[in-house]
């Protein structure tokens, strides 16, 4: 294995591009007054729309052919696309004009964001022994809750922000409205850490190809067959389908809950966004990072003792 403090840099730069996706994700729901006046969004569920399938259909389903090139292929590289496309995408989003053009620009930070997790898991296991993977894959985990605080704490002053400034007028694109700017603040960053990732975070030994009592005239595989994939997912059926099924059911809960918070905070306690957002934010990032690293020391612990 690479030298532990390498392997925990190369979670540290997964986990920063992790906070980034997330806060990319979660950035509308600070946004949901703004995006229905300047889109002219008559209904609540358009807004629900733009945060729910828009976004999560062609992540899911985007995310297989994504996890079939994490096994096959440079996963770095796999990483650094989705990142320069999701950012970019998301920096889109400030261009939209209607419901259907800010749509595209959802599909497409779905589609980008598809590509992290395949790869990151993958990267992960291959840098550490086993002992200690459930630590260093909740610590990249953090990132879930660090973005979407950020996203809160970010998001809730950069609105308060913008709103008071000027609009700009941009060349062939036109004009950028105040609240428009959002998007590129927390888009365009992101696009800074993908030479940090194609050129500090080198590709591992993929473990997982090498079976014991190998002959040593044989050849590392290039990756996993489709048909042993397929064979394992038929052996282990009941685990996997039992495994996403509750993962459905604590995104649905947990993301509907982050997506619609703000907003009821808003219209029900009259809350001004910045406010919330550095309440929630605070709240939400510390607790939820503590939370999952809590829970990889404790796996790990479990492991260990059987």
């Known amino acids: 294995y690479p030298s532990p403090r390498y392997a925990w840099y190369v979670v540290v730069v997964l ?10 994700r979660q950035i509308l729901s600070m946004m949901i007054g703004d995006l229905k006046e300047g889109l002219n969004l008559e209904r609540d569920w358009h807004a ?34 989705g990142l320069g496309l ?17 749509s595209l620009m959802r599909v497409g930070v779905g589609v980008g964001e598809a590509s992290l997790s395949p790869s990151a898991y993958s990267l992960i296991a291959d840098y550490f022994p086993r002992e200690k993977l459930g630590r260093a ?17 970010i998001g809730g002053r950069a609105i308060s922000y913008v709103r008071g400034t000027a609009p700009w007028q941009l060349p062939i694109l036109g004009t950028v409205e105040p609240w428009q700017k959002v998007f590129f603040l927390v888009g365009l960053p992101g696009l800074l850490l993908v030479p940090v990732l194609l050129l500090t975070v080198r590709e591992p030994l993929r473990r997982g190809l090498w079976k014991k009592n190998r002959p040593a005239s044989e ?35 947990g993301l509907g809950t982050t997506a619609w918070l703000p907003e009821m905070f808003r219209r029900v306690h009259g809350w001004e966004m910045a406010h919330f957002g550095l309440v929630y934010g605070i709240i939400f990032a510390f607790f939820g990072a503590l939370g999952i690293f809590s829970g990889g020391y404790f796996a790990d612990l479990l492991s260990r003792k059987g």
């Open 219 to 253: 050849k590392q595989p290039a990756s996993i067959p489709l048909g042993e994939v397929f064979l394992y997912m038929r052996q282990n059926w009941k685990t996997i389908l039992t495994h996403n099924i509750g993962f459905a059911l604590l995104a649905f809960s």
């Open 15 to 24: 986990m920063v591009i992790y906070i980034f996706a997330f806060i990319d």
């Open 48 to 81: 629900g729309f733009l945060m729910g399938p828009a976004f999560a259909i062609f992540y899911t389903f985007f995310g297989i052919p994504f996890g079939r090139l994490a096994d096959a292929h440079n996963r770095r590289l796999v990483i650094g696309i």
């Open 137 to 153: 894959i909740a610590f990249y985990g953090m990132g879930i809750y660090l973005g979407s605080g950020l996203a809160y704490l």
């Open 86 to 102: 999701w950012s970019f995408m998301t920096a889109g989003c400030g261009l939209a004009r209607n419901f259907w053009q800010m």
